[in-house]
Every structure is written in C-alpha cells, then in structure tokens.
C-alpha cells in the first residue's frame, strides 16, 4: 500500500486534488503541535499527513468511485 504522502503528491501533480486553503484549527493553539504538519491542510493543522482522517476520507472516496488506482502489495 502506498503511504498518504505518495499518493497525495502524486494526485497533486495530475490536478486530481489540491490542499485545502483557508482551513482554520478548530480548538484553542494552546495545544498546537508545531512538530507535526499536513500538506493537505497547507501544513497549519497540529497531525501528520500520514495520520490525516480527512485526506484518507478523500482518497477512500476516489478509490471507491474508481477515480483513482492505488497499488497493493
Ligand atoms: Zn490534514
């Protein structure tokens, strides 16, 4: 399987997804991881893009609706 980064650069270089613009942290900075980053939230989100629900969501989704082919191993 590929990993979340490989797949997201890779979707990135065909124009099939972007990062997410604007996107605002919900809960207080107080918390704010800055270690950790996203390239699909414009690297402002406190997680890993490995660990990223709404990118696994949105790539979940394409390979669903046959969008997009991911390799097994
Ligand atoms: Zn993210």
Same mark, same amino acid.
């Given at each position: 399987?590929?990993?979340?980064? %490989?797949?997201?650069?890779?979707? /990135? +270089?065909? %124009? ?5 613009? %604007? /996107?605002?942290?919900? $809960?207080?900075?107080? &918390?704010?991881?800055?270690?950790? &980053?996203? +390239?699909?939230?414009? &690297?402002?989100?406190? $997680? ?5 629900? +709404?990118?696994? &969501? ?16």
């Amino acid at each position: 399987m590929e990993t979340l980064t %490989g797949i997201f650069q890779r979707l /990135w +270089a065909k %124009g099939l997804l972007r990062p997410r613009k %604007g /996107w605002i942290r919900k $809960h207080s900075s107080s &918390n704010f991881d800055l270690s950790k &980053n996203c +390239a699909y939230h414009s &690297n402002i989100q406190d $997680h890993e893009i490995e660990e990223c629900p +709404a990118l696994r &969501n949105k790539i979940q989704n394409m390979i669903e609706k046959r969008k997009i082919i991911v390799q097994q191993e």
